[in-house]
């Protein structure tokens, strides 16, 4: 790979540090870092899929969608890990994607959809201490969705997320 491709590309645990590290900066030292950790797992998952693979459950575009597939069709309401799914979908469509969502969305209602989809896996998941968290990912929902807004608004503001290379000195 060359210098500019080394430049571009990142791995999963790049982009997991990233992700982390802004949203530590945002919340404090007051918040349980396992909850840090699993904001910044949601954010990273969702910028490294597409909204058309093959692989796992693309990136819903927007909230309609998040509507018609865990709404509208109930049939994955037994499914905790779909629950999760569309759990982080609210998560990262509500939050992180705020202010392009508000113009077509009620957020406070999909904030809401997003809390108990939360609350529905935990009440399924099988391991006690993931249960325990997509519980408090379900109570402390819009906390999270606001913190998550405010990242996406941040790193829009900031100028250059890479840092610019040093000029080349002129010989004298």
Known sequence: MGPFGELIATNHLQTLEFFFVHLQDITGPDVDKPEVLY?????????????????????????SEVFDNFVADTSLLGDGSMMEVAGAQCLVLAGFFEDQMRRRHNIRWY?????????????????????????????????WRQRHARLSRELRDQPYLLPPSPKPERPM
């Open 39 to 63: 904001n910044a797992s949601v954010l990273a998952h969702y910028a490294q899929i597409s909204t058309h693979t093959g692989v796992s459950m693309p990136v819903l575009t927007n909230l």
């Open 111 to 143: 904030a809401e959809l997003g809390g108990s989809f939360f609350s529905r896996a935990a009440l399924l998941e099988q391991s006690p201490h993931k249960a325990r968290l997509l519980d408090t990912m379900a109570r402390r929902f819009e906390p």
